[in-house]
């Protein structure tokens, strides 16, 4: 019996002693047959980690996707509301100014700054509401280069889909919030030249309003109270708290303390209340000089962000290719060098030979249709594209 209950503990402890490797055991088994279970169930060919994620991450997707639908048009309504504050602060201020100064100066201004506001609302308008391109459906693709996971189309070279709008978009760049469009094949032009003339634009406000920032704002202009004289204020607050005077006739109350009498009276001078045509003055001033610091602080903020996104968005273009090419490019670009290989993109075709295809100055077009607005259609229909790489060896060959 004692033998018994012993081989009994001895068995227990080993089967504690073994229960984590066990359970390890288990759990491993447990997990193959849910995966090889689910794999036998749900196969496909095409679904891997990349796309299993992807799905999960729909939920967030879909409200990010569905709050920036939301969002375009509250953004295009800020955009044409800041725009419009600044132009007539230029009309209210700025215009004035110049004119007393010489009218030759501001009729060449005026003429300068006009070509610069038209081509301005030009862009803008034709970016916003010029359809950016989509495969016809019903249509032959003759070059489609994949399937489209969201359309279940094919899909043409250098088209992509866009979550926001739900479509594929033929040389897609991006989907601009501020245009509530996508910026894609039918209006990336327009979108480029509304970035360069909106900075130019900016250029030129603070170039002007400069000299007028200086004299209203740090001078204070005619009525005064600039910078300098703020700064003199505070200075003589300073020295008055350091040496107080006494002012007046020196009269002792009450054989204690020493009083200033001002016209027979003790104490303080009673200060005047301002007038109303002081008051207003005073309050005209004041909206004055905001609208010049609100306009300086603006056009300065718009400088950096558009000229900087302007200036990226001209490197792409001299390379051939759009924001979401930049970043395939670059992948295939690290993965060719891996392999000792070098890529190269099929849409280079030269800086010079880039930004003429990119404005479309072909066919008898020249400086005018930059300058100047312009209603002309891009280089091909965004289905097709011609082939840098085979363009080359077929010269090559023929030479």
Same mark, same amino acid.
């Given at each position: 019996?004692?033998?018994?209950?012993?081989?009994?503990?001895?068995?227990l402890?080993?089967?504690?002693?073994?229960?984590?490797?066990?359970?390890?055991?288990?759990?491993?088994?447990?997990?193959?047959?849910?995966?090889?279970?689910?794999?036998?169930?749900?196969?496909?060919e095409?679904?891997?980690?990349?796309y299993?994620?992807?799905?999960?991450?729909?939920?967030?997707?879909?409200?990010?996707?569905?709050?920036?639908?939301?969002?375009?048009?509250i953004?295009?309504?800020?955009?044409?509301s800041?725009?419009?504050?600044?132009?007539?602060?230029?009309?209210?201020?700025?215009?004035?100014?110049?004119?007393?100064?010489?009218?030759?100066?501001?009729?060449?201004?005026?003429?300068?700054?006009?070509?610069?506001?038209?081509?301005?609302i030009?862009?803008?308008?034709?970016?916003?509401?010029?359809?950016?391109?989509?495969?016809?459906?019903?249509i032959?693709?003759?070059?489609?280069?994949?399937?489209?996971?969201?359309?279940?189309a094919?899909?043409?070279?250098?088209?992509?889909?866009?979550?926001?709008?739900?479509?594929c978009?033929?040389?897609?760049?991006?989907?601009?919030?501020?245009?509530?469009?996508c910026?894609?094949?039918?209006?990336?032009? /327009?979108? %480029?030249?509304? #970035?360069?003339?909106?900075? =130019?634009? !900016?250029?030129?406000?603070? *170039? @002007? +309003?400069?000299?007028?920032?200086?004299?209203?704002?740090?001078?204070?202009?005619?009525?005064?109270?600039?910078?300098?004289?703020?700064l003199?204020?505070?200075?003589?607050?300073?020295?008055?708290q350091?040496?107080?005077?006494?002012?007046?006739?020196?009269?002792?109350?009450?054989?204690?303390?020493?009083?200033?009498?001002?016209?027979?009276?003790?104490?303080?001078?009673?200060p005047?209340e301002?007038?109303?045509?002081?008051?207003?003055?005073?309050?005209?001033?004041y909206? /004055?000089? %905001?609208?010049? #610091?609100?306009?300086?602080? =603006?056009? !300065?903020?718009?400088?950096? *962000? @558009? +000229?900087?996104?302007?200036?990226?968005?001209?490197?792409?273009?001299?390379?051939?290719?759009?924001?979401?090419e930049?970043?395939?490019?670059?992948?295939?670009?690290?993965?060719?060098e891996?392999?000792?290989?070098e890529?190269?993109?099929?849409?280079?075709?030269?800086?010079?030979?880039?930004?003429?295809?990119?404005?479309?100055?072909?066919?008898?077009?020249?400086?005018?249709?930059?300058?100047?607005?312009?209603?002309?259609?891009?280089?091909?229909?965004?289905?097709?594209?011609?082939?840098?790489?085979?363009?080359?060896?077929?010269?090559?060959?023929?030479?």
């Open positions: 019996m004692l033998y018994l209950w012993r081989r009994r503990v001895r068995h402890l080993q089967r504690i002693y073994n229960f984590p490797r066990d359970t390890r055991k288990w759990v491993r088994w447990k997990y193959e047959l849910f995966i090889f279970t689910m794999t036998a169930l749900f196969y496909n095409f679904v891997n980690m990349g299993c994620l992807e799905v999960m991450m729909e939920p967030m997707v879909w409200v990010v996707d569905h709050f920036t639908k939301i969002l375009g048009p953004l295009v309504f800020g955009v044409v800041l725009t419009s504050s600044v132009v007539s602060i230029v009309y209210i201020i700025g215009l004035p100014y110049y004119w007393e100064k010489s009218p030759e100066l501001t009729c060449f201004l005026m003429v300068l700054g006009h070509w610069i506001l038209i081509n301005v030009f862009h803008f308008i034709m970016a916003a509401i010029t359809e950016p391109g989509t495969p016809q459906k019903g032959l693709i003759s070059e489609a280069v994949s399937v489209c996971k969201k359309c279940i094919p899909k043409s070279p250098r088209t992509h889909h866009c979550s926001v709008c739900n479509r978009i033929l040389k897609m760049d991006h989907h601009c919030p501020w245009l509530n469009n910026v894609g094949h039918f209006n990336h032009r /327009y979108f %480029f030249m509304y #970035m360069v003339y909106m900075t =130019l634009g !900016t250029v030129f406000i603070m *170039s @002007l +309003g400069l000299e007028i920032a200086y004299y209203e704002i740090w001078l204070g202009g005619e009525t005064g109270g600039g910078l300098i004289d703020a003199d204020l505070v200075l003589e607050d300073r020295s008055s350091e040496e107080e005077e006494l002012e007046g006739y020196p009269v002792r109350v009450n054989g204690t303390h020493m009083m200033p009498v001002y016209g027979g009276t003790v104490g303080s001078p009673v005047l301002p007038s109303d045509n002081e008051a207003e003055t005073e309050l005209g001033s909206w /004055y000089r %905001f609208s010049i #610091m609100y306009t300086g602080m =603006l056009t !300065t903020g718009v400088f950096f *962000s @558009l +000229g900087g996104l302007a200036t990226w968005h001209g490197r792409l273009i001299s390379k051939g290719e759009t924001s979401i930049a970043h395939i490019n670059k992948k295939e670009t690290e993965r060719l891996k392999i000792n290989q890529y190269r993109n099929p849409y280079n075709f030269g800086v010079t030979e880039n930004w003429k295809i990119f404005l479309g100055v072909t066919h008898g077009r020249g400086l005018r249709h930059i300058l100047l607005p312009s209603w002309h259609p891009p280089e091909g229909n965004g289905l097709t594209w011609p082939n840098a790489i085979i363009t080359a060896a077929s010269h090559d060959k023929a030479a």
